[in-house]
């Protein structure tokens, strides 16, 4: 299993980026997919799932309204398109699938929000 993301930066408070993870190793469009994010400082937390079809998606009630969360099963990627961003956004974001009892992980990709 392997997990790229990609996507993160600098950004000015209201601004938005988009991350990306592509996967390999697994069977895409069987497993739900999430993103995590970790401040400096702060334990890792939940942002968003997304569920094996992309039916079905749920958010951390920081980023409801703001962040959205798809995948693309014919490249196998999940996305993260986050706007109005705040300086509190700013982390290390991280893919996450469950997967036979373990959880994978990509290397993350720094969000800075700052002016």
């Known amino acids: 299993v392997q997990l790229v993301e990609s996507g993160g930066g600098l950004v000015q408070p209201g601004g938005s980026l988009r991350l990306s993870c592509t996967a390999s190793g697994f069977t895409f469009s069987s497993y739900v997919m999430r993103w995590y994010r970790q401040a400096p400082g702060k334990e890792r937390e939940l942002v968003a799932t997304?569920?094996?079809?992309?039916?079905?998606?749920n958010y951390a009630d920081s980023v409801k309204g703001r962040f959205t969360i798809s995948r693309d099963k014919t490249k196998n990627t999940v996305y993260l398109q986050m706007n109005s961003l705040k300086p509190e956004d700013t982390a290390v974001y991280f893919c996450?699938?469950?997967?036979?009892?373990?959880?994978?992980w990509g290397k993350g990709t720094l969000v800075t929000v700052s002016s």
């Open positions: 997304i569920s094996n079809l992309g039916s079905s998606t």
């Open positions: 996450n699938v469950p997967r036979s009892g373990m959880n994978y």
